[in-house]
């Protein structure tokens, strides 16, 4: 039996990988980029003034006039990116000499989850006009000025929960409350339905594939999670697999093809407190084309929400009843949920959730690759948590 080192992985096993669990062109680079850099260095702490010298070297090759970048702090939030916020005095084209706040987005040396930052700056500026989005401004995919993959793009005013409101890790389980639910799920469903009939075939989304529409159109997504998890994986888990046949086997045709957000909840979006409204949706790490029901499954996971205020009616991402989620889904976009396309989804949401947690979560944190190692560690015990939640849903549907 041959030995696979996956910290140190050979050319022949990458290759392998990647004829095992054909996916989208982009997210094949992105993953073989990250095997090809995974016996490299560690992560190091990078100070602000190498993000300030970073900048100020993509800023003079981007722009002809003169500019200053001022009060550059570190963003908490986004937990598997790091984030600096700062301010540019600069000409903006259209606009004239203006002070903008800006936010620097860049990946680790290996992240929890791994993507694509031309993907998200692609998606983010194609949903410009179309939802509440923050503007994106520079990408540095390469990357020549940042240690690594960088987008630049606007600060979004706006908090992602209530004053005085709790939440768990990433904003998971936020309770807005009554009066602010009512307002916020409305444009929370609204908006969602808005995503996933607008016609995406106009924008510049050269770095999505458009897969087949009918019976395989999940194939490569699918194989993106199949493969992180031989790439990440430290033991076998044979309900992994046995759950990774399933889906295999059992996808659902898709009528038609929508933008998927991948991570639609509370959490993922700010508002602004003073007259309740959306104010950006950030996290587009995770789109792609598909089916719609994989969001509206999304939504829908068990851990995403609460009790309401009686104490016996469940809110799912915070928001509204299972019944309400369909009946305003489908009123907004004219489309017929299917629930039993909707388990399918559940299933894979359910399996996605224990390769990050259990794979990704661990690989980075045992090589020392991110600036969140310890929390990495901590994630990982939510992972029985994902395999026990999978295997009661494989049995319901079997």
Known sequence: MTVIDKNN??????????????????MDRVL?????RRAGPGYTPISLETFYASLQSLLRAELKDPFEIREARWLSGGASKLQVAFKLDWNQPGVGRTTTPMVIRMEPAESIVETSRLREFQIIKAMDGVLPVPPVYWIDDEPKYFPYPTIIYGFAEGVVKPSGAGSNVSGLGINFGPELRKVLSKQYMDQLARMH???????????LDVPPIGKR?????????????EEDSNRDVPLLRLAANWLDDNMPAAARLSLIHGDWRSGNFLFTEHDQRISAWLDWELGHLGDFHEDVSYILRPDLGHLAEDGKTYLYSGMMTREAIYEAY???????INPKIIKYYD????YRSAV????????????GKTHQDLLLAWIMGFGYLNLDN??????EVA
């Open 356 to 367: 990050i947690v259990i794979a990704s979560g661990y690989r980075p944190a045992r090589n």
């Open 330 to 336: 489908e009123k907004a976009t004219g489309f017929t």
């Open 197 to 207: 009939t607008w016609d995406w075939s106009k924008a510049n989304l050269s770095s």
């Open 217 to 229: 159109t999940f194939e490569m997504h699918l194989n993106w999670w199949r493969r992180v998890w």
């Open 347 to 350: 299933v894979f949401h359910q």
């Open 9 to 26: 992985p050979s050319p022949e096993w990458i290759a392998s990988l990647r004829q095992r669990f054909p996916t989208e062109k982009e």
């Open 390 to 395: 999978l295997r009661k849903m494989l049995e």
């Open 32 to 36: 073989t980029r990250k095997l090809q």
